[in-house]
C-alpha cells in the first residue's frame, strides 16, 4: 500500500506559474511509475504526465512545453513544475504511483486559473 500526499495547488492568473508535490510513503520501494492526472469538472480524469524510476517522460500533448515533470527516487516524491498556465489548466490534479500494477491515488488539490 503507497500513500500519497499532493500539495502546492492553488490560484494563479493566466500565464503564471505553480509547483505541484507529492510525497509517497509506505510500500515505496516498488514504486515504477509516478504521475500526476487532473480531473476538471464535467470531464474524465486525464493524463497530465509520467515519469518512469528510470527518468523516462510522457506528456498530455496540451501540456508539452509548459509543464515538467521531476522524480527524487531517494525521497520518494515527484513534482510538477507549470508554467505558462491556462484557464483550461483549471482542474483537480492528482498524484498516482504503480508499484507491483496496483495505482495509488492521492487526495487532490485544486489548481484553479483565473484572472
Known amino acids: 500500500q503507497v500513500q500519497l500526499v499532493e500539495s502546492g495547488g492553488g490560484l494563479v492568473q493566466p500565464g503564471g506559474s505553480l509547483r505541484l508535490s507529492c510525497g509517497a510513503s509506505?510500500?515505496?520501494?516498488?514504486?515504477?511509475?509516478m504521475g500526476w492526472y487532473r480531473q476538471a469538472p464535467g470531464k474524465q480524469r486525464e493524463l497530465v504526465a509520467r515519469?518512469?524510476?528510470?527518468?523516462?517522460?510522457n506528456y498530455a500533448d496540451s501540456v508539452k512545453g509548459r509543464f515538467t515533470i521531476s522524480r527524487d527516487n531517494a525521497k520518494n516524491t515527484v513534482n510538477l513544475q507549470m508554467n505558462m498556465l491556462k484557464p483550461e489548466d483549471t482542474a483537480v490534479y492528482y498524484c498516482?504511483?504503480?508499484?507491483?500494477?496496483?495505482?495509488?491515488w492521492g487526495q487532490g488539490t485544486q489548481v484553479t486559473v483565473s484572472s
Open positions: 498516482s504511483a504503480i508499484n507491483f500494477g496496483i495505482q495509488s
Open positions: 515519469i518512469t524510476s528510470g527518468g523516462s517522460t
Open positions: 509506505g510500500s515505496t520501494f516498488a514504486i515504477n511509475i
